[in-house]
């Protein structure tokens, strides 16, 4: 950014600003910009191919009664896993993250009347 600023300063033919980072960062919170973790994949689906499976699949899904109907999903369990903050006056040293995890399965049929038990389908553990 410093020197796409310069570059423009040269253009407008400024020669009073000093072109130092912390012009930047007020510049950044000025408008309320800051650094931001990128969430899930929504770019990276193509939205036609996703509308004409819906569609596809509600069609196929019509000769079946919705309690036949089953959707299983995994997750996992970070089940050591620390809190990433914490409140205090002054610097404080954190620890390695542990990535010891399980796999957890949850299904259960279309209308909600039957849900199996959660089931581990896999379980990791790193070596520290």
Wanted: net charge positive; no cysteine; proline share 2%.
């Amino acid at each position: 950014m410093i020197e796409k600023a310069k570059e423009l300063g040269k253009q407008l033919d400024i020669t009073d600003f000093a072109y130092l980072r912390g012009w930047i960062q007020r510049f950044k919170e000025r408008r309320g910009m800051r650094k931001r973790k990128y969430h899930g994949e929504v770019d990276s689906a193509d939205m036609t191919s996703v509308q004409t499976g819906r569609h596809d699949l509600r069609q196929l899904l019509t000769d079946y009664n919705p309690e036949d109907i089953y959707n299983m999903d995994e997750t996992e369990l970070f089940y050591r896993l620390g809190p990433n903050y914490t409140l205090a006056t002054e610097t404080t040293k954190g620890t390695k993250k542990s990535k010891d995890r399980i796999t957890v399965a949850l299904t259960a049929n279309a209308t909600g009347t039957h849900k199996f038990k959660p089931f581990v389908i896999a379980n990791f553990q790193t070596a520290n």
